[in-house]
């Protein structure tokens, strides 16, 4: 099993609707964000691209953020999916600079907290609360292991690229363009 | 006006510690095993939930109310079974929370008090000694001047409670400025043509379409819901979208075709695809002979229009216009041009819209799949009560037998009906404001004051103290829609749905829902029996039994789906059809206007261009804010807590501007804008034009997160373009320049 997520920047808008959502479902404090958008205009008027970006953690396979932990608070799941145990994270902040995406952020009450691909829903056959919420449906998320799952087969039919790549990091959250 | 008898009024801080936050952090609360402790962010949450439907816009979505485990609302989920958001609420309804949260609104109801100093300031009274002063008024302005001399401007749910108030009274001068502040062109432009308005949600078949049309409309920026969703499936499948914007909007970065056209020269480029779709023979012969009225005659008349005659107005080249002409036929029927919905633009709107009605008509895309289709919706019965008293006398009369075609009452014409003038019979006294901020929403402020100091009473319902409160006599505090009970959400679209509005939490503070206050004001007014229901639930659950449901239903379901009565959301083929025009065709020329005194086919009128030095005023919509009303939501505003003036990069170095460098803003008139707002230099607006998003620049203080944040396009409005065919107010011909220093800072 190895959990990821297709996002489609031809249909995003930048809504930012996957960031209100993420932070009512998780309890992310205003001013804090486990999600954002990244707007990227190329070209000159009126020649002109627009790539739009619901960005988050890339839950790597090869997590500069894991192994930079002291504690062993930033761990893996099953399926990928990187975490953060809040009551073993001491909040040095090593993983905040490790993190080539900027992904995650100190939590006002003392731990590092990031996106979790809302693996609590998960767990229970719900989709993340960001995917489940976007109103334009660009976003998938399932299982890569499963050939069959929404995104193994949006992966299998359209062109796609992550962030970063150079970081050696193997993300798993694949951007379709 | 020096002697105005109304000062504004700050709402004075009323509670002197900030509300405790009450989304608990669950992390910090469990301490238990580490996987669950992660992992269990929201268990208790997914238990209770309660119906409810979304009034941070006018889209309505339907939602579940989610509960923490001490019953503190945590979330807003949209319902399945809605077809206006498919389960999916945008990030206004999802950050719906934060208007129940917000630790600025108002709290218990305020009277506008005059001081031994002569110094006015608003006391903290009772619902009872509220309501009797309003009552007491109403009866002085009925005594003296007749009911009619009362109005109500409105947008939102309470309206309809208030306006049965009015009604009962003796007034019909009931306004939205959603309409000729809005919409209104296009409903006259689409009734005058096919015999039906629009209405919301726009019946347009997007998810069905090939090719969707946009004109100054950014579905993706406004974020009507629905319609995003089927723009969204539309890319999917393929369909091409062609977007007609001076500035790259969302919309232009998804499009085949994007025109960057220059501003105000629209109907030019609409009467050259007209041309070319008649003359090279794309328009739909079969449904154009059997449905529309004069054809032959358009098609004379818009022989000058060439597609060269176009560049030279809208600077998009002939080739554009041909093969984006073509790209629309190719797709017909299953082709939009889409009516937009906030097009009071220039003055002669309801003309350029008449011109898209005419486009959709000769591609035979009204009534067809991928177009038009026909929306049906439930009818649920009022509530019974007496009659409601003639009205000899409107806001009409003092329109001098203008805007005849308005269908609807026109705010700025109630407005204007206001200020007294030797002319006019009709002086309105009285205003009920419920949930607009007509200081921000009606175009030239100056004019919205001098009515307002010309009243005898101004009471305002709001959840939040905006600029409109400060005017006041009687500031009524409404809970939010969280928590109350309203009128059924009653959609007219594809399927006839209902959905049902709870409370999932208890007012907080001293606020009340608007059907409460209402009925209580008709008690005391002797008015009751048009408020005959003993509490609203019952009245609810009359209601839906009427319909075939039931409250207890409603409660689990939250939205009910009913089946057509006919299966005609496409014109069948070659199905004989009487359109409500009075040819009783599709009219490719107006007879309505012509009878009027308009022209009867669309004509393109320069319009003045900005002078050196300055700039079109350009302005829209964020995905994340609905107009003025959500600019403090805390939410919100932490996805975008103000607005930035676009500047294209060759504008940026002539006036040396960079980046999030502050300026005021100065429009033709010198009004200069209260407070400097953020520059960001990009190379999606044109060179001739800046654009900022509707709804900053607020000058109350009480709004704590809003204040003082960007620029107001509205204050930058002071020359209305007004049509003449239904009284709309154009906000588009006005110009701004730079200031880099004010003399005077606000004194608000």
């Known amino acids: 099993m190895r959990y990821a997520m297709a996002i489609d920047t031809k249909k995003c808008v930048g809504c930012s609707d996957c960031v209100v959502a993420c932070q009512t479902e998780n309890n992310v404090p205003i001013g804090y964000c486990r999600d954002w958008i990244v707007e990227v205009t190329d070209g000159t008027y009126p020649q002109l691209e627009i790539e739009i970006r619901s960005e988050r953690c890339n839950h790597c396979d090869n997590s500069p953020c894991v192994r930079c932990c002291p504690t062993g608070a930033s761990h893996y799941e099953p399926g990928g999916i990187v975490t953060v145990t809040h009551n073993e994270c001491i909040g040095c902040g090593a993983c905040i600079n490790s993190c080539p995406y900027d992904a995650r952020y100190s939590h006002p009450e003392g731990y590092v907290d990031k996106c979790t691909f809302c693996i609590h829903r998960v767990n229970k056959g719900q989709q993340p609360a960001c995917v489940a919420v976007c109103p334009t449906k660009c976003m998938y998320f399932g299982d890569l292991d499963d050939p069959n799952s929404e995104v193994s087969r949006i992966l299998k039919k359209r062109k796609y690229k992550t962030l970063i790549p150079e970081a050696g990091t193997k993300p798993h959250v694949y951007y379709l363009i | ?95 719906g929370v934060g208007m129940y949260y917000d630790e600025d609104r108002l709290k218990t109801p305020l009277l506008r008090v005059t001081g031994a100093d002569g110094k006015q300031t608003y006391k903290e009274v009772s619902w009872d000694e509220a309501l009797d ?11 003296k001047h007749g009911p009619e001399c009362t109005a109500l401007f409105t947008h939102g749910s309470g309206g309809h409670y208030w306006g049965n108030l009015l009604k009962a009274f003796g007034s019909t001068n009931i306004a939205a400025p959603s309409y000729a502040q809005c919409r209104g062109p296009r409903e006259v432009a689409f009734m005058a043509t096919f015999g039906e308005s629009l209405d919301s949600p726009e019946p347009t078949d997007i998810r069905d379409t090939r090719c969707l049309v946009l004109i100054g409309s950014h579905i993706g920026e406004n974020m009507h819901n629905g319609q995003v969703q089927e723009m969204s499936d539309a890319i999917d499948k393929g369909a091409a979208i062609i977007t007609v914007d001076p500035r790259y909007s969302t919309a232009a970065s998804k499009s085949k075709f994007w025109l960057p056209i220059k501003p105000s020269t629209d109907i030019a480029l609409l009467l050259a695809w007209i041309r070319e779709i008649i003359n090279n023979n794309w328009y739909d012969r079969e449904y154009v002979e059997k449905y529309t009225y004069g054809f032959e005659e358009l098609k004379a008349y818009v022989q000058p229009f060439t597609a060269e005659w176009a560049y030279g107005i809208t600077t998009i080249k002939p ?10 036929a190719n797709a017909a029927p299953a082709v939009i041009i889409h009516p937009g919905r906030h097009v009071t633009w220039y003055g002669d709107d309801t003309q350029r819209l008449r011109a898209v009605a005419i486009l959709n008509a000769l591609l035979g895309s009204w009534g067809r799949r991928g177009g038009f289709y026909k929306p049906e919706k439930i009818e649920v019965p009022e509530y019974p009560h007496p009659p409601f008293p003639p009205v000899t006398r409107t806001w009409r009369m003092a329109m001098g037998g203008k805007y005849a075609l308005a269908d609807l009452a026109l705010a700025n ?37 001098e009515a307002i100091n010309n009243l005898e009473l101004l009471v305002v319902v709001d959840t939040m103290p ?14 939010t829609y969280l928590e109350r009970w309203d009128d059924l959400r009653v959609v007219h679209g594809r399927v006839p749905n209902i959905a049902l509005r709870m409370p999932a939490a208890e007012p907080k503070y001293n606020s009340k829902p608007a059907y409460w206050m209402a009925k209580e004001l008709a008690k005391k007014m002797g008015l009751q029996d048009y408020f005959a229901w003993e509490n609203f639930e019952d009245m609810l659950d009359w209601q839906l039994k009427e319909i075939g449901s039931s409250l207890e239903e409603m409660k689990r379901i939250g939205v009910k789906n009913f ?19 009075n040819t009783g065709k599709i009219e490719l020329k107006s007879t309505a206007f012509q009878d009027e005194g308009f022209d009867p086919f669309p004509v393109y009128t320069p319009h003045m261009e900005p002078p050196a030095g300055f700039y079109y005023l350009n302005y829209g919509r964020a995905p994340m804010h609905t107009f003025s009303r959500t600019a403090n ?116």
């Open chain 2, 413 to 449: 014409g109630v407005c204007d009906a206001t200020i007294p003038s030797p002319d006019l019979n009709c002086n309105i006294k009285g205003w009920i404001v419920n949930g607009t901020n007509l200081i921000m929403t009606l175009p030239d402020k100056k004019k919205t004051i």
């Open chain 2, 1 to 95: 006006m020096s002697n105005s008898r109304r000062d504004f009024i700050k709402i004075t801080s009323l509670s002197a510690a900030a509300l405790a936050v009450s989304g608990k952090f669950l992390y910090s609360a469990h301490a238990s095993e580490k996987t669950q402790q992660t992992f269990t962010a929201n268990a208790a949450a997914d238990m209770v939930r309660t119906s409810t439907y979304c009034e941070v816009c006018f889209w309505k979505c339907a939602g579940w109310v989610y509960k923490n485990e001490d019953g503190s609302i945590k979330k807003i989920i949209g319902n399945d079974d809605d077809t206006n958001c498919n389960g999916r609420l945008c990030p206004r309804g999802t950050g």
């Open chain 2, 466 to 479: 905006m600029e409109i409160t400060g005017y006041a006599d009687v500031v009524l505090p409404e809970c």
């Open chain 2, 633 to 748: 939501n805390p939410n919100l505003t932490d996805l975008m807590d103000e607005n930035k003036v676009w500047v294209n990069p060759k504008v940026a170095k002539e006036w040396g501007l960079k980046n999030d460098q502050l300026v005021y803003l100065e429009n033709q008139d010198g009004v200069v804008s209260d407070f400097a707002v953020k520059v960001r230099v990009t190379e999606r607006v044109r060179f001739d034009s800046v654009y900022i998003v509707h709804g900053f620049g607020h000058s109350d203080k009480k709004l704590s997160r809003a204040f003082g944040k960007g620029a107001s396009d509205s204050q930058l409005i002071t020359r209305v373009l007004v049509d003449p065919i239904m009284g709309g107010t154009g906000m588009r011909g006005n110009f701004v320049t730079f200031r880099f220093e004010k003399e005077s800072e606000v004194k608000s």
């Open chain 2, 133 to 143: 002063f309003i009552a007491k008024k109403l009866q002085e302005i009925k005594e």
């Open chain 2, 563 to 581: 089946p057509r009565t006919a299966d005609d959301l496409y014109f069948a083929n070659g199905e004989e059809i009487e359109f409500s025009t």
């Open chain 2, 319 to 328: 080739d554009q216009i041909k093969e984006s002409a073509r790209e629309m």
